[in-house]
């Protein structure tokens, strides 16, 4: 099989010295596994780029692997730890910059320094954006609080990518059922529920052009559209929105398809969205760089919509 050029979003690596960060991620996975995570997340040179160069990806968009800083209670280490990352980050791009973009890790803890640092990583480090690992510590971006955060976003033309987290508190009715809990369901609700609160708070009417990205074929969003609409217009209570519901899913909060290999999957986000708000990624180390390019490169799409969700979308997003 041929591999068309691809660019990728959800890509993860390891800043040093962040491994406690992840370990509510991580214990529930093998020991043998994680240790080959752990060194597939420290590698920039060797195995990534072959596995790059072999599915045909072009440029991958590296993000430190979750939760990141938003696991972290002190708010000024918060920052200091971000900053450090964001740092790291820039080192590993500048020795390869044909080949590496940067998402920046930001301290969400406090808007104001959230803002100032995503200011810096975007016109100092020359990131594309942010990717955030879901709430603070239980506190949501549709707080008012973070409209100086979006303002700034906004002007500087540059994408959120809203990563799965754990939910601040679990719901009763996955007690029980640790499998249930992560990757494979409680992660897309509970980051689908934070989008859609962004959404439902009017987040999109007071910044119309932000952009939020979401992963994992867009945790479940593209295919509830318009039951949004069906029952907002019943059960609104009171919210007031300037377009239905629908509008802002694939103009305000645009999709991947990290993780989510299924051509149904995919041919029903693009009839839903329209095939520029869907974009290839892999969710590296996490999942398979060779099953995502077979996945994609085989899909039922013309060559004018494949090249657009391999490489175009992101390409007009992100500036690359």
């Keep these: 099989m041929t591999y068309m050029k691809k660019i990728a979003l959800e890509e993860h690596f390891m800043t040093p010295g962040f491994q406690a960060y992840s370990k509510g991620f991580t214990q529930h996975i093998d ?16 195995e990534r ?18 939760p990141g800083v938003q696991g972290e209670a002190d708010p000024e280490l918060a920052l200091t730890r971000a900053r450090e990352s964001n740092d790291f980050l820039a080192t590993q791009i500048a020795r390869h910059p ?6 920046a890790a930001l301290p969400m803890q406090d808007p104001a320094q959230a803002a100032a640092e995503l200011e810096r990583a975007v016109l100092q480090l020359g990131f594309k954006g942010s990717l955030v690992n879901g709430h603070t510590h239980g506190r949501y971006y549709d707080d008012p609080a973070y409209d100086a955060f979006w303002d700034c976003m906004q002007a500087l033309d540059v994408p959120m990518y809203l990563h799965p987290t754990d939910a601040f508190v679990s719901p ?10 992560g990757a494979a369901w409680g992660w897309g609700v509970e980051t689908a529920s934070h989008a859609l609160r962004l959404l439902f ?14 992963g994992h074929m867009g945790e479940g969003l593209p295919y509830q559209r318009w039951r949004f609409d069906s ?6 209570h009171g919210v007031r ?8 899913i694939g103009s305000n909060i645009v999709i991947t398809t990290s993780g989510v290999c299924s051509h149904g999957a ?3 986000a693009i009839a839903e969205l329209g095939s520029e708000a869907v974009m290839f990624s892999v969710d590296y180390p996490y999942e398979s760089t060779e099953v995502a390019a077979r996945f994609i490169d085989s899909a039922p799409l013309d060559d004018a919509t494949r090249a657009l969700v391999c490489h175009g979308n992101a390409q007009r997003l992100l500036k690359l």
């Design 98 to 103: 044909t080949r590496y973009a940067g998402f």
């Design 241 to 248: 929105l300037e377009r239905a519901p629908s509008e802002y």
């Design 266 to 268: 995919l041919t029903g």
């Design 31 to 46: 020991p043998a596994a994680f240790a080959e995570l752990g060194r597939r997340l420290a590698d920039f040179d060797e």
């Design 172 to 181: 009763q009715v996955l007690a029980g059922h640790p499998e249930l809990a």
């Design 231 to 236: 029952r907002f217009a019943v059960y609104s």
């Design 201 to 214: 708070s009017g987040v999109f009417d007071r910044f119309p052009r932000l952009k939020l990205i979401l």
């Design 49 to 66: 780029l072959a596995e790059m160069d072999r599915c045909g990806i072009d440029i991958t968009v590296l993000s430190q692997t979750g």
